[in-house]
C-alpha cells in the first residue's frame, strides 16, 4: 500500500559516474516533484511534473535530467557525479494545488 | 523572493506544549503548511492552513496564523517522546510542489 515509493534508498558512487533514481506514485496524482535535501536539511525543489510535463525547473545543473514516462512515474538521472551532489533526493506527489505533498521515503546518494 | 523561517532547536519535556513557530514574507502566501520529518525517514504532512483562517486544530495539533504579521505557530499539546523529529513550515500560493520550506525546526522531547 506503498504511495510514493523510490529506489534504491541508498546508492554511493564514485565521483564522475552517472546514475538514476526512479520514483513511483501509487496515488493517481497528477503532479510529481524533485526535493533536495542537504546535510543541514535544508529543503529545495528541483523541478516539478505535471501530466507528464516539466512545469518547475529551479537552478539546476544541467547534469540533472528528469523523466516521466507516464504520470506515475518521475525518474531523476545524474550524470558526471560531484562530491556536492552528496544528499537526500525525496520525490513527492500532489493531487491539486492546495493539499500538501506526499513524500517517498528518500534516496541517500553519497558521493566518494 | 519567498523566505520562510523557523528557530533551528527547541527543547521540551514530556507531556508540556511545544510551539514551533514560523515566519514568512510573501503576503500573498494562499497556504500554510507544516510536515514531520523523522530521522532516516520522508516528510509527512501534518496540517495545513488556508490564509483566510485564523486556527486550526487537529487532536493535539492546533496552528494559529496570524496574517497580518506573517506568522505561523503549531502548538502540540502533552507533547510525547515519539513527537520528536524536524518540523517544517512550508508556504505556498497556490502550486503546493511550489512551496518554499523553512529549515526546519529539531523538536527534541526529554522525558
Known amino acids: 500500500d506503498t504511495a510514493v515509493s523510490q529506489t534504491p534508498k541508498y546508492l554511493v558512487t564514485q565521483m564522475g559516474n552517472d546514475k538514476s533514481i526512479k520514483c513511483e506514485q501509487n496515488l493517481g496524482h497528477d503532479t510529481m516533484y524533485w526535493y533536495k535535501q542537504d546535510s543541514k536539511k535544508f529543503l529545495k525543489i528541483m523541478f516539478s511534473?505535471?501530466?507528464?510535463?516539466?512545469?518547475i525547473n529551479e537552478t539546476v545543473p544541467n547534469r540533472f535530467s528528469p523523466k516521466s514516462p507516464d504520470k506515475a512515474h518521475l525518474n531523476l538521472h545524474i550524470n558526471s557525479l560531484e562530491l556536492g551532489d552528496s544528499a537526500v533526493y525525496f520525490c513527492?506527489?500532489?493531487?491539486?494545488?492546495?493539499?500538501?505533498?506526499?513524500f517517498g521515503p528518500g534516496t541517500r546518494l553519497t558521493v566518494t | 523572493g519567498e523566505d520562510v523561517e523557523q528557530s533551528l532547536f527547541l527543547s521540551v519535556r514530556e507531556g508540556d506544549s511545544s510551539v514551533i513557530n514560523c515566519t514568512y514574507t510573501d503576503s500573498s502566501s494562499t497556504y500554510l503548511y507544516w510536515y514531520k520529518q523523522e530521522p532516516g525517514a520522508g516528510l509527512q504532512l501534518l496540517t495545513y492552513?488556508?490564509?483566510?483562517?485564523d486556527m486550526k486544530q487537529d487532536q493535539r495539533l492546533t496552528v494559529l496564523l496570524n496574517k497580518k504579521d506573517k506568522h505561523l505557530s503549531l502548538r502540540i499539546a502533552d507533547t510525547q517522546t515519539g513527537d520528536s523529529a524536524i518540523y517544517f513550515c512550508?508556504?505556498?500560493?497556490?502550486?503546493?510542489?511550489?512551496?518554499?520550506f523553512g529549515d526546519g525546526t529539531t523538536l527534541t522531547v526529554k522525558p
Open positions: 512550508a508556504e505556498s500560493t497556490g502550486n503546493a510542489g511550489k512551496s518554499t
Open positions: 492552513i488556508f490564509s483566510n483562517m
Open positions: 511534473y505535471n501530466n507528464k510535463e516539466l512545469i
Open positions: 513527492a506527489s500532489s493531487q491539486d494545488r492546495t493539499g500538501g505533498l506526499d
